[in-house]
């Protein structure tokens, strides 16, 4: 019996797979190595995913990067994440790909199309029974074409290959197909804390999202009833997978303003009250920021924060700031923003 997904499922796959780490991974693990001969993993970049085509029909793919050949010459890469089986892929990824073509030579006509990778990434538990070849879905009493007959994309089956292949190790890519086929609540959390011995080190923000991930979508949807107290000492302070992090926020930020209250009391004159609760409130938020700063981002950033901070010290701000940290997913994507309020 297959799994109802809910509708946020696919999305929070597309935010992993919007990662230039995870797709280098999925590509080098998980594509034919002679596709892939001389092409920059590192250089990969996000492409467009909305095409209009000549007749004002807006189309919708959900992921596309890229890349550049060593000998000179690009590969777009197109990626779509479905939980459920399309029997309309064949002609859907046809017509993305025509579309991204199309779009390429009016926009570029004197340079050569790039090469193209169309990848269909399945994570639903019944098998993929779609075909990726539009000559098999032509009527079977009339011959197929020539130029029907090629497949439209690849399938990355993720359950498929976690039974049936080795994994490699330290690839973000094999990490979220593993998480995706956890069959229980302890191995999911094995998973997320093994994660933390090297992506947690290498890649906060990236490591932030698969957290996230877990949090938000495969906790609620395949082990709603999962104790999370066996996380470890790792989560401890920002409690991650306990809580939703914006609602940890304000509780937080409230408490340290009564803590502030109550300092204020103490004092017990009026002024000294008044003064207690604005410096306890302030500061109180102040340090919650740059916990969470360096949890997210690392000790630099958030020294850059304190430096913001002392420059900026409108308590009103703060809220706007700890938005910043939960929705920016790089450390360059946070300093902008912080800059760009100067």
């Not at 000549?54 to 890349?67: E, L, N, Q, S, V």
């Not at 069959?183 to 906060?204: A, I, N, V, Y």
């Amino acid at each position: 019996m297959a799994i109802e997904v809910p509708e946020g499922h696919d999305r929070s796959a597309k935010r992993l797979l919007g990662h230039p780490k995870v797709v280098a991974d999925l590509l080098r693990a998980f594509v034919p190595e002679q596709w892939l001969e001389g092409i920059d993993y590192e250089g990969l970049r996000p492409s467009f995913t909305e095409h209009v085509d000549t007749g004002f029909a807006k189309r919708i793919g959900d992921i596309a990067w890229t890349t550049s050949y060593d000998g000179g010459g690009e590969l777009a890469i197109l990626i779509e994440a479905q939980s459920t089986c399309d029997h309309a892929m064949a002609p859907r990824m046809s017509i993305l790909a025509s579309m991204l073509a199309e779009h390429r030579a009016r926009r570029i006509p004197e340079q050569p199309l790039p090469n193209l990778l169309p990848i269909v990434y399945y994570t639903g538990r019944a098998p993929w029974t779609a075909s990726t070849d539009l000559a098999n879905m032509i009527d079977s009493r009339q011959a197929a074409l020539p130029f029907m007959r090629r497949p439209c994309y690849l399938l990355i089956d993720a359950g498929r290959i976690v039974s049936q292949s080795h994994m490699p190790k330290r690839n973000t890519a094999s990490l979220m197909m593993r998480m995706e086929a956890a069959t229980d609540g302890r191995e999911l959390l094995e998973l997320l804390k093994s994660s933390t011995e090297w992506l947690g080190s290498e890649d906060r923000a990236l490591w932030f999202d698969y957290l996230h991930w877990a949090n938000r979508v495969l906790i609620p949807l395949r082990f709603p009833s999962l104790k999370l107290d066996g996380l470890g000492n790792y989560l401890e302070g920002i409690h991650m997978l306990a809580e939703n992090m914006r609602d940890w926020l304000e509780r937080e930020t409230e408490r340290r303003r009564l803590e502030g209250l109550a300092e204020g009391r103490v004092k017990g004159q009026t002024l000294g009250r008044i003064e207690g609760r604005k410096e306890g409130q302030s500061s109180g938020q102040r340090e919650l920021l740059h916990t969470l700063a360096s949890k997210r981002f690392g000790d630099e950033i958030a020294k850059h924060l304190s430096t913001f901070l002392d420059k900026s010290p409108d308590p009103a701000r703060f809220t706007q700031v700890g938005e910043w940290i939960l929705d920016c997913r790089t450390d360059t994507e946070f300093l902008q923003r912080l800059s760009s309020t100067h």
